[in-house]
C-alpha cells in the first residue's frame, strides 16, 4: 500500500497550513448569510471534524474549499493556491488535489464499482494502463477488490460510500473531504467508515469530516470545529461534542 497514497512527512510547503480561511464571510443571493467572521488554519495531516446543527453552514464550508462558490469576502487559501486570485482554468487543477465524499453517495447508476472509480481516472486523461494499476490498488484500500463487478444496487450502503470514498482518492489527493459521510449509515458501518477514515488520514491525507454524529466525534478526540449560524464558535484539539443537535 506504500505507493497507493504517498506518505507526506512535510506540508505541501513549508509551515504553510493545508487550508486556511480568514476573515471568511459568505452570503447567498438571496441574502442568507451563511458565513460570517470565519478564520482558520488546518495543518497538512490533520484530522478534524466540521460540526454543528444543520443550517450551521457546514456544507457552505466545504463549498468555498473545492471553489465551488467564492466567499463574499475574506480569503481562502487550499493546497497552496489563493483561490480568490485562481482563474477558472485552475480550478480543475484544485479539484484533483482534493477528494470529496458526500452523504448519498453519488455513484453512477449503471457503472459497476470498478467502472465507477476508473472513470474518476478515465475523464481526466489518464491512460488505461495507469487505470488498470491503480484501480484494483483503490478497491484493496477500501476493502471492496471481490466487488468490483458489483452495481451501486448491489451493495449495502457502507459498500456504495467506500467506493465513492475509493474514488475521492484517485487523484491522492492532499485533501479529502467528507460531507456527513455517515448520515445514512447505521452505527456500525459508520464506525468502519470512520476507521477507513483514519487508515487514509494516517497514511498522509488530510481528512475534514463534516458530521452531525455526536458519538463518534466525542470518541475520537480530535479537533473540533463548531459552526453556529455561520459564526465559527469553537475550534478545539480535542474538545468532545456537549451540545445535542
Ligand atoms: N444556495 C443557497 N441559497 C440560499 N441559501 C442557502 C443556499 N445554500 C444554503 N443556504 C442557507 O445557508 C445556511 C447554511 O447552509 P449549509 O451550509 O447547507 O449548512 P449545513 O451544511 O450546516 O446544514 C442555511 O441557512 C441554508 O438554508
Ligand atoms: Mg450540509
Avoid: C
Amino acid at each position: 500500500m506504500t505507493s497507493l497514497l504517498r506518505r507526506r512527512t512535510k506540508p505541501e510547503s513549508a509551515d504553510a497550513p493545508v487550508i486556511s480561511m480568514v476573515d471568511v464571510g459568505m452570503t447567498y443571493p438571496n441574502g442568507k448569510v451563511a458565513l460570517a467572521d470565519v478564520n482558520v488554519a488546518i495543518p497538512a495531516g490533520a484530522f478534524v471534524f466540521l460540526v454543528g446543527p444543520s443550517g450551521a453552514g457546514k456544507s457552505t464550508f466545504i463549498r468555498l474549499l473545492i471553489r465551488e462558490q467564492l466567499p463574499t469576502h475574506g480569503n481562502v487559501r487550499v493546497a497552496g493556491r489563493d483561490l480568490l486570485r485562481m482563474r477558472r482554468g485552475q480550478v480543475p487543477g484544485l479539484r484533483r488535489r482534493i477528494g470529496i465524499v458526500f452523504q448519498d453517495f453519488r455513484l453512477l447508476p449503471s457503472k459497476t464499482v470498478w467502472e465507477n472509480v476508473a472513470f474518476a481516472l478515465e475523464v481526466t486523461g489518464v491512460p488505461g494502463i495507469q487505470i488498470r494499476r491503480r484501480v484494483p490498488q483503490l478497491l484493496n484500500l477500501v476493502g471492496l477488490h471481490e466487488h468490483a463487478h458489483h452495481l451501486p444496487t448491489q451493495l449495502s450502503g457502507g459498500e456504495q460510500q467506500r467506493v465513492a470514498i475509493a474514488r475521492a482518492l484517485v487523484h491522492d489527493p492532499a485533501i479529502l473531504i467528507a460531507d456527513e459521510p455517515t448520515g445514512n449509515l447505521d452505527p456500525v458501518t459508520s464506525w468502519e467508515i470512520i476507521q477507513l477514515l483514519i487508515q487514509i488520514n494516517q497514511l498522509g491525507t488530510t481528512v475534514l469530516m463534516a458530521t452531525h454524529n455526536q458519538e463518534i466525534v466525542n470518541a475520537m478526540r480530535r479537533r473540533v470545529l463548531a459552526l453556529e449560524g455561520g459564526h465559527l464558535v469553537r475550534d478545539e484539539g480535542t474538545a468532545s461534542y456537549e451540545r445535542e443537535y
